[in-house]
T-cell receptor
């Protein structure tokens, strides 16, 4: 079965540094999405990249997708303490049934 | 305000109790989901309701029973739960089956 796997599991950086998180998956996808979750809250959608796209930007976020390697990366530039959260990738695929598979997440800590 | 509202935010119940979780979405979406989030595990899909179908994860025990009376409301009925069912239960909605999910802030369930 398909599964998104984030890497690393935890990341600690200083404010102002860039943070990079990676996601790998196993089968063909329709799109890949990144979500953020603050402690004890619901997930918030950040950005979606379609299978025919290679790179996408949104503010300080940059997402890349390499379908040949079945991997994606999320880059957060000029990180802030408020970026401290867990980040999840979710692979979306056309299926008469479950359409999303979430990875276990990367816990990002941005130290002031 | 996320557009998806879950009540209650916290719930403590004994193993012999019956309770229900409620979810309401104000986004005009066509699909609604229940997810279970346990510590150190990926998000687990429990049930999906959409215009076309209801999908359930076959590994979900029968002590969890979903109800979707209309496209805006979703319930999760709970009875004779076990301590291992303690988790954050998240409701989500989406416009279509592979479009971004909008999550509520969840119900933190503790089974004693």
């Amino acid at each position: 079965s398909q599964q998104g796997e984030e890497d690393p599991q935890a990341l600690s950086i200083q404010e102002g540094e860039n943070a990079t998180m990676n996601c790998s998956y196993k089968t063909s996808i329709n799109n890949l999405q990144w979500y953020r979750q603050n402690s004890g809250r619901g997930l918030v959608h950040l950005i979606l990249i379609r299978s025919n796209e290679r790179e996408k930007h949104s503010g300080r976020l940059r997402v890349t997708l390499d379908t040949s390697k079945k991997s994606s990366s999320l880059l957060i530039t000029a990180s802030r303490a408020a970026d401290t959260a867990s980040y999840f990738c979710a692979t979306a695929f056309d299926n008469y049934g479950q359409n999303f598979v979430f990875g276990p997440g990367t816990r990002l800590s941005v130290l002031p | 305000e996320t557009g998806v509202t879950q009540t209650p935010r916290h719930l403590v119940m004994g193993m012999t109790n019956k309770k229900s979780l409620k979810c309401e979405q104000h986004l005009g979406h066509n699909a609604m989901y229940w997810y279970k989030q346990s510590a150190k595990k990926p998000l687990e899909l429990m049930f999906v309701y959409s215009l076309e179908e209801r999908v359930e994860n076959n590994s979900v025990p029968s002590r969890f029973s979903p109800e979707c009376p209309n496209s805006s409301h979703l319930f999760l009925h709970l009875h004779t739960l076990q301590p291992e069912d303690s988790a954050l239960y998240l409701c989500a909605s989406s416009q279509a089956r592979t479009t971004p999910l909008h999550f509520g802030n969840g119900t933190r369930l503790t089974v004693t």
